[in-house]
């Protein structure tokens, strides 16, 4: 079957019908061992015998324990997989104990792999004595959690829009809607995810600058517009594996340690212009309104000459880096 086929997922929406199938097959099995001993004491024929013992065995030994493989438990936020003879069978997706066909096999991708692990602990006493040797079991998980889960993806060094190597991090925040796709459309669909998550950051990264001066979006001025177009690059991404993208965050950003140095000194350099600026609009107001109020109240009449001069010495004394030391003339300005 091709992956078209598993577009579409199929919930078995069944009963949890597991309890009641536990209860009267534990009870079938302990009639059969009932019977399956009365049988030999009881004055009954002996083709009745026969047939009673072949059945009771039959049952109790070998039809009765594997009811038992179908029964499944599913938590809340849980799903199964199940798959019959190599063919998709369905999903449990809802909470509760139900009972399946006994010869299906769960499946999980992200987890098949790992399989079971044997690993030994050493643990030293405190005395001195020999070391004792512990081993513990993993084996792997079959269910696929439907919670919302976070990937913090290792940070990467990528050229922004200006060709400058930066470093950025990010975390995703997703979630499997679809199990049927997730399971059978690829590999293995924490990977996936996480590969796609690499493609699609060099994708959004690449169309912004670090800084920008200007009113355009910028990787550190527009880190909301950033992440949202990086959440929709990898959900276009990650559709055919069955997820939802709930959220994607920058976690850090810098530039690289190889043009940190020089970067930081062109910051300081733009804000340093920035604030001499701001500076000298302030100082051509200030002077601007001095002159007004000089002219508009008669203070003192000045020619051309004398204005630029006073111009001239109060934008020092506003400009200047340092406070300015008057000089007082007690004689004619002339």
Known sequence: MNASVYSQEKVLNRKANGMAVLILNSLLILLCFFLFISAMVWDIPVVARVLLLIVTALYGFVVGPILYAGLKVIKPNEALVLTLFGKYYGTLKHDGFYFVNPFVSAINPATSNEGS???????????????????????????????????????QKINDAQGNPIIIGVVVIWKVIDTAKAVFNVDNYVDYLSIQCDSALRNVVRLFPYDSEDDEKSLRGSSTEVAHDLLKELQSKVEIAGLEIVEARI??????????????QRQQASAIIAARQKIVEGAVGMVEMALEQLSRNNVVEL???RKAAMVSNLLVVLCGNRDAQPIVNSGSIY
């Open 117 to 155: 692990t044997l690993t030994p602990k050493t643990e030293a006493k405190s005395d001195g004595s020999k070391a004792v040797t512990s081993y513990s079991i993993t084996l792997p998980k079959k269910k696929l959690s439907l919670k919302a889960m976070t990937l913090n993806n290792e940070r």
């Open 251 to 264: 976690t850090h950003l810098s530039y690289a340690p190889e043009i940190a140095a020089a970067m930081l």
């Open 303 to 305: 020619d051309e000459e």
